[in-house]
């Protein structure tokens, strides 16, 4: 009973301080310059659309992986690239499936431009190469309805004729190149760190913490 007297005399004799140094803590932590942290590293991120001619390991996003991570796809696009750098990039270079037809590809580097110089290099190497498988397959097509177009057949063949140039038509309208569905850019993955709000909630606990202290923590010594 005499310690809570004792403390409540304390309370009383130092209310200023206790009501002030929550306070006081609390506009120091809001105030408080956030501060710069350097960044750990950056991530380049793009969205492609694959596309849809008959060519698997392009127009398959499942199989992409196989295409991009593949040693010799990765070294056509890096020759001076040594060995155990190569190993590294297919390591750090990420394949997210997203559908049949869309994914994700993404790489983290510690250098924001050549984070984004790399993976810009990967995917025009992908979509150069499906633009070419594209071009040759439209090619194809359109040298075999010109054929057919003018070839001279008999009236019973007419009808077979028309049903294989509507089929060419019809995948040649089906046909579409690779696309970016999301463009290339770069994050940088650093920690956001404390909001004033938050960092103002913490100086008020830790005046509090520093009251109970100065105002309790005395009393209970001396009742011992």
């Given amino acids: ?24 803590l609390g506009l120091v932590g809001y ?5 710069s942290v350097a960044p750990s590293d950056y991530t380049a991120t793009v969205t492609i659309s694959t596309g849809n001619y ?23 696009i890096f020759p001076e690239m040594p060995e155990e750098d190569l190993a590294q990039l297919k ?6 499936i997203r559908t049949d037809s869309l994914f994700n590809l993404s ?41 057919l177009e003018g070839e001279t057949v008999s009236a019973d063949s007419k009808v077979d004729k028309q049903r294989f140039l509507y089929e060419l038509e ?12 999301e463009p290339l ?20 606990l830790i005046g509090l913490a520093l009251s109970f202290f100065i105002i309790v923590v005395p009393e209970v010594f001396r009742e011992r």
Avoid: C, H, W
Wanted: net charge positive.
């Fill in 91 to 96: 390591d750090d270079l990420a394949i997210e």
């Fill in 107 to 147: 790489y983290t580097g510690p250098d924001k431009q050549e984070t984004l110089d790399t993976l810009g290099k990967i995917k025009d190497a992908y979509m150069k190469g499906d633009k070419a498988l594209f071009s040759k397959r439209e090619e194809v097509i359109e040298k075999n309805i010109k054929a």
């Fill in 170 to 181: 019809t995948s040649k309208l089906d046909m579409k190149a690779a696309e970016e569905i």
């Fill in 31 to 35: 105030f408080m310059p956030k501060g």
């Fill in 54 to 76: 008959g060519e698997a390991k392009y127009n398959n996003a499942k199989q992409v992986p196989l295409l991009l991570k593949n040693e010799a796809f990765l070294k056509d």
């Fill in 185 to 204: 850019i770069v994050l940088d993955n650093q920690a956001a760190g404390m909001s004033p709000k938050k960092r103002a909630v913490l100086g008020v």
């Fill in 1 to 24: 009973m005499n310690l809570i007297k004792r403390i409540a005399g304390r309370v009383k004799k130092y209310i200023v301080a206790i009501i002030a140094l929550p306070l006081i």
